[in-house]
């Protein structure tokens, strides 16, 4: 079983086609190929160690190889690996179920189970929809959402998305939007400085609600953070206003949680930084700490009621592996691991001293701009600091620095021009050091020579 890396090379090559990836560049390099993972480390088939500096994409939380959630899956496996969730239930997912109510925003009260974050913003948009319709209004076909946002890649979430480089292509294929100015301090639609940009955005989503509310089914946005978009950290203010104008005009407010949920920001929850609930609520990433997909969409008891009655008001929607079992317990397990291990309490720390060190990056002559919420690190370079100029496409600036981190054992992966570091929670600071030095030092290298 002990196959080459030659081999697993060009099997890789010959028969895999990765997401997110020009394959023809892909090919130009030695792939890493992963074997193995421990703590902040993930270990590839040469033995070669690396720094997980965006935790497997934001999924990670506790480390890899986390004894106590690979207990848990594998005696869950020992009773059953998987078993449907239409019209019958299972322990692992009645357990995860009112452990999630118990920890999210009170007002959430229901559970729906999918398996990626994708999935989970599906659900949303189309309970959103229908409970309109349950309630005898057909007229809601449209929603309300931000420029340059993110919610996955199905053809619903890449609807309510708005990143040109990934989403226009499929433009024939998507519902439209009301599409609002997303506050993007650093380059502000409106060229005003912060936090009056945040006040012109509200007031824009403000009268696009007023202008449009009776065909209006939902307003959508991610929490905290437009993360796939560049980082882009909603100014303070920002969500909560959002929620004010939804209940002003009584639409449901959805917030897409999957990347920032289970700790990312430093709260558990994004919208907890605001004091803000959604009526529904998406969470995947994070939720299995790294091991298996797994999503839920949570909804208020106004929204579920909706639904419950007869035939007619069903929502027909499922998954083969919704509630799987093996990805419950690992929910759980992780879960419990922020109890027992007080992961937040700890993270504070790190936050403060991630904080401290980006200081320096400041400093670089490339560096045009440092976004940072909590655990969440974007780092914007551009070719001249004073006009802000960017680095054209086709230099793939981002890609040359990630590369170059490699050669020094970090994996990190760029957003355009935004060189991204999100952590496992669990890195301690020995380790965080190693990964802002080898970065800042692969930025340097790449920008400065
Ligand atoms: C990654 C992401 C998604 C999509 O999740 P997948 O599991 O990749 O389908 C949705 N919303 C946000 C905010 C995300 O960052």
Redesign the pocket.
């Known amino acids: 079983m002990n196959y080459s890396y030659e081999l697993l090379k060009k099997w890789d090559f010959d028969y895999i086609w990765h997401p997110f990836t020009q394959m023809a560049e892909y090919k130009q390099k030695d792939p890493i190929i992963i074997e193995k993972g421990e703590g902040s480390y993930l270990i590839d088939v040469q033995g070669k160690r690396y720094i997980d500096g965006v935790s497997s ?2 999924v990670n939380i506790h480390g890899h190889n986390r004894k106590e959630i690979n207990d848990a899956i594998i005696q869950q496996l020992q009773k059953i690996a998987h078993s449907t969730m239409l019209g019958i239930a299972n322990v692992p997912a009645i357990l995860l179920a009112k452990k999630l109510i118990e920890i999210t925003p009170k007002n959430l009260n229901k559970v729906f189970y999918s ?7 599906e659900v949303a948009l189309k309970i959103a929809y229908q409970y309109w319709v349950n309630k005898g209004d057909k007229q809601r076909t449209k929603f309300v959402t931000l420029k340059n ?6 053809i619903g ?1 890449v609807s309510l998305g708005g990143i040109d480089l990934f989403h226009a292509v499929y433009k024939p294929l998507l519902f439209e939007t009301y599409s609002v100015s997303s506050p993007y301090c650093y380059r502000c639609p409106f060229k005003l400085s912060f936090p009056s940009c945040g006040l012109e955005c509200l007031n824009e989503l403000e009268d696009t609600v007023k202008k449009h509310k009776a065909e209006i089914a939902a307003i959508s946005m ?2 905290t953070i ?3 978009g560049g980082m882009i950290v909603l100014p303070p203010g920002y969500m909560k206003g959002a929620r004010e104008i939804a209940d002003r005009y009584q639409i449901p407010l959805i917030l ?5 949920g289970f700790g990312r920001t430093g709260k558990m929850w994004g919208c907890e930084h605001e004091g803000i609930a959604p009526d529904i609520m ?1 969470i ?2 994070g939720i299995t700490g790294g091991y298996l ?1 797994l ?1 839920a969409t949570l909804v208020t008891d106004n929204i579920y009621e909706a639904f419950e009655g007869d035939f007619t008001k069903t929502f027909y929607h499922g998954h083969s592996y919704t509630g799987n079992p093996l990805g419950c317990v690992a929910a759980l397990a992780c879960i419990d691991i922020f109890e027992r291990e007080n992961t937040l309490e700890k993270l504070k720390m790190k936050i403060e001293h991630l904080s401290k060190r980006l200081k320096e990056f400041w400093e670089l002559k490339h560096v045009g701009d440092i976004r940072q919420k909590g655990f969440i690190v974007g780092i914007e370079l551009v070719r001249n600091k004073e006009t802000k100029e960017e680095y054209p496409y086709h230099e793939r600036i981002g890609f040359q620095v990630i590369y170059k981190a490699r050669e020094k054992g970090v994996i990190i992966r760029p957003l355009g021009n935004v060189i991204v570091i999100l952590p496992p929670l669990s890195i301690n600071i020995k380790e965080l050091d190693k990964l802002l030095d080898v970065i800042r030092w692969a930025i340097r290298e790449v920008t400065e020579k």
Request: hydrophobic fraction near 40%.
């Open positions: 994409l934001w398996d990626n974050g994708s999935t989970a913003m946002g993110y919610h996955g890649d199905t979430a991610e929490s437009q993360a796939a897409d949680e999957v990347a920032v998406a995947a990433k997909p999503a």
